[in-house]
């Protein structure tokens, strides 16, 4: 393998990198994690055949940047068994796959013929697991909600003790603001996607957000600036407002981003 293969190998690990933390990140179904790195090396080379050699290396990289992620960007990923197991059940199926499939073939990509049996498992599965979803919809609810306080109280005490020196306001209501939007924005755009969408944006000389708090600035700025700047915007906003409102310093959010803001503020509140 060339440096130009491994290379390519490494772009589309990335994609499936994105994919799996997103399961992993929702806690979605543990089948679902076992199988999609097989589908998806399955696709690429229907897609792209002249790689199919040594694709099985994909799903590999991706399991390290996904290991990599969990480590030193989102610390909230803590079933840590279950990832393990589903990355070594997915390796193996990824190269029973390749060995006995991908690699035997000239054309990955199959016939309509060819492909019917599979049409009538997947609706099966689609059926089955629509079914399944609807009887556990209430007990799942219940859990993600006491996952998502937990989750919130974690980067609370995490980003407390980071930045407790930079977060000062004379007003407690800011400062809890504050630490809410740093939770919600890490939540929705967690680092590693912020770094690679402002590097798009700055190749297309579009507007880049910087910091923990994704402050627009011509230039980098540091996430106790962000913060800072966030501190001194709502202390302005707060001379104008007529009642001190969670809701009224929210005025660039929408409503469901505010309902989502306001709902972690009151978890970090009655702590």
């Not at 060339?2 to 990335?14: H, Q, R, T």
């Not at 007990?139 to 937990?150: A, C, L, T, Y």
């Not at 924005?185 to 969408?197: E, V, W």
Request: charged share 20%; glycine share 0%; proline share 3%.
């Amino acid at each position: 393998m060339n440096i130009v293969s491994l290379l390519i190998d490494v772009l589309l690990a990335i994609p499936l990198a994105f994919i799996m933390i997103k399961i992993n990140d929702k806690k979605e179904n543990f089948t679902y994690s076992c199988i999609i790195p097989t589908i998806y090396i399955i696709i690429i080379s229907s897609i792209i055949p002249s790689i199919k050699e040594n694709i099985f290396i994909i799903p590999l990289i991706e399991i390290f940047l996904r290991n990599f992620y969990i480590t030193n960007v989102n610390e909230s990923l803590n079933n840590t068994k279950e990832v393990i197991l589903s990355s070594i059940i997915s390796v193996v199926l990824v190269v029973f796959t390749y060995n006995n499939f991908i690699s035997k073939v000239n054309k990955v990509l199959p016939t309509a013929e060819e492909i019917r049996p599979f049409i009538w498992l997947i609706i099966i599965f689609i059926i089955y697991s629509l079914i399944k979803d609807n009887n556990i919809k209430t007990s799942s609810k219940v859990k993600k909600i006491q996952g998502k306080d937990e989750y919130i109280l974690m980067q609370y005490a995490k980003y407390k003790s980071r930045y407790k020196e930079v977060i000062n306001s004379k007003s407690n209501i800011i400062n809890l603001i504050i630490y809410s939007l740093m939770i919600f924005k890490n939540y929705q755009h967690p680092k590693l996607f912020k770094s690679i969408k402002n590097y798009i944006k700055h190749l297309l000389n579009k507007e880049v957000k910087y910091g923990i708090l994704e402050v627009s600035s011509p230039t980098p700025i540091s996430d106790e600036e962000s913060i800072n700047i966030t501190i001194n915007e709502l202390e302005t906003l707060s001379k104008k407002n007529k009642e001190e409102t969670i809701e009224s310093y929210l005025t660039k959010y929408n409503k469901d981003e505010i309902e989502e803001i306001v709902y972690i503020y009151n978890v970090i509140n009655n702590f």
